[in-house]
DNA sequence: AAATCGGGGTG
DNA sequence: CACCCAGATTT
């Protein structure tokens, strides 16, 4: 932390003056905070799982999702015996999948390279698969009380605000970085990073900061400007694409054809019905039976509208027309990657929202 | 540095 | 609808 050079510079001194007091914030998130399940919880399994699931995602969405594995999974080592698939049902309807293989692996690595017991130093912890900075920073500091901040969303938009700092450049993160290092104290690390963050999700917020009821307005350099929501800039982006998928429901006596998705692609390792993408805006009967039979390599009998979904994702957005299909009876299916499952088990095999959407249409 | 990866919430 | 979010990983 010490200066090689045995003198400060300007900038420097301007980032020494603009330490957070820690105390002030730890005592306003003792008093404000939500009632999160999170809260009081040491076993650094649990907390661990709680930041996975938190990427990305908000805290209303993750408690039940938390509770329901918990009370599945108590151990790190129920973890690592599960398989994959059962994991990804109680994922299932969560996004972002990768996370659930990605904890998969790391349990097994700490079931069998470490006696199941959550490494406490950040060079072990930090080569974890779906651990990166934020999530080791948190583990260390929240279960472990080590000093090290977390810098996630919410911390990005508190400090920019705080500090006046309107680009959130590389340089400017270590800026960042190290007024948190000098601001983090030793007693309860955990709370300080918490707090931040709590302050990020209730008072500090992307759109219409509650500046009046922040507990640190009077010494934040946004807050004293005519217009903290400004900060950071907000980087704007493009429309997503759109697409056009036809999706086939094809039972044959109550059973479904669905086909599992390749592990390393989008929503890898859940299942979906047979779909197809196709750029064609003309919908006829004809079509879709033609590309139907084309793209799954069977001979469609008769088809009949089924349903329409529509469903966003954060890079594209789909439009999924559904169609009854009848095959002949001899038809039977096709290569390795199609099965055919029972209707009523259909809830054994994990599915992304928009087959939920289908499936609750028919 | 930029793209990728789900889903939900807000204004 | 546009934009944002308690990020990690790959390119």
Redesign the pocket.
């Known amino acids: 932390m010490g200066n090689p050079k045995n003198k400060t510079t300007a900038k420097e001194d301007c980032i020494v003056q603009s330490i957070l007091q820690a105390q002030d914030l730890i005592k306003w998130y003792d008093k404000e905070k939500?009632d999160?399940a999170?809260r009081d919880i040491q076993d650094p399994y649990k907390i661990w799982l709680?930041?996975?699931m938190?990427?990305?995602?908000?805290?209303?969405?993750?408690i039940p999702y938390f509770q329901k594995w918990i009370k599945k999974y108590p151990t790190i080592k129920d973890v690592a015996k599960a398989e994959i698939t059962d994991l990804l049902i109680s994922w299932?309807?969560?996004?972002?999948?990768?996370?659930c293989h990605?904890f998969h692996k790391a349990s097994k690595i700490i079931s069998q390279e470490h006696g199941g017991q959550i490494p406490t130093s950040w060079d072990i912890l930090?080569k974890?698969?779906?651990?990166?900075?934020?999530?080791?920073a948190?583990v260390l500091s929240i279960a472990f009380g080590k000093k090290f901040p977390v810098l996630?969303?919410?911390?990005k938009?508190v400090m920019s605000r705080f500090l006046g700092i309107k680009v959130l450049?590389?340089n400017n993160l270590k800026k960042i970085k190290k007024v948190l290092n000098l601001s983090i104290p030793a007693k309860n690390p955990g709370d300080f990073n918490?707090s931040i963050?709590?302050l990020?999700?209730l008072i500090c917020?992307?759109?219409?900061p509650k500046c009046f009821k922040c507990p640190i307005s009077s010494i934040c350099k946004a807050a004293l400007s005519s217009n903290p929501e400004s900060y950071p800039k907000?980087?704007?982006?493009g429309?997503?694409p759109h697409f056009t998928l036809i999706s086939c429901i094809l039972k044959k006596d109550n059973l479904f054809l669905i086909h599992k998705r390749e592990k390393n692609?989008?929503?890898?390792g859940?299942w979906e019905l047979p779909n197809v993408k196709v750029e064609n805006k003309l919908l006829t009967k004809p079509f879709i039976k033609k590309t139907l039979e084309k793209e799954l390599k069977i001979k469609v009998k008769n088809i009949s509208n089924s349903c329409t979904v529509k469903?966003?994702?954060?890079?594209?957005?789909v439009t999924m027309h559904c169609f009854n299909c009848e095959i002949s009876n001899s038809e039977i299916i096709l290569d390795d990657n199609y099965n055919w499952i029972l209707k009523k088990d259909i809830s054994k095999y994990p599915f992304?929202?928009?087959h939920h959407k289908i499936f609750n249409s028919l």
């Open positions: 939500r999160l999170f709680s930041e996975i938190l990427q990305q995602t908000k805290v209303d969405t993750v299932e309807g969560l996004g972002y999948y990768r996370r990605n930090i974890l698969p779906g651990i990166g900075e934020y999530t080791a948190a996630d969303g919410n911390v938009r450049s590389v918490q963050m709590e990020g999700a917020s992307p759109r219409k907000k980087t704007k982006k429309k997503v692609m989008m929503l890898g859940l469903h966003s994702y954060s890079h594209f957005s992304s929202k928009v």
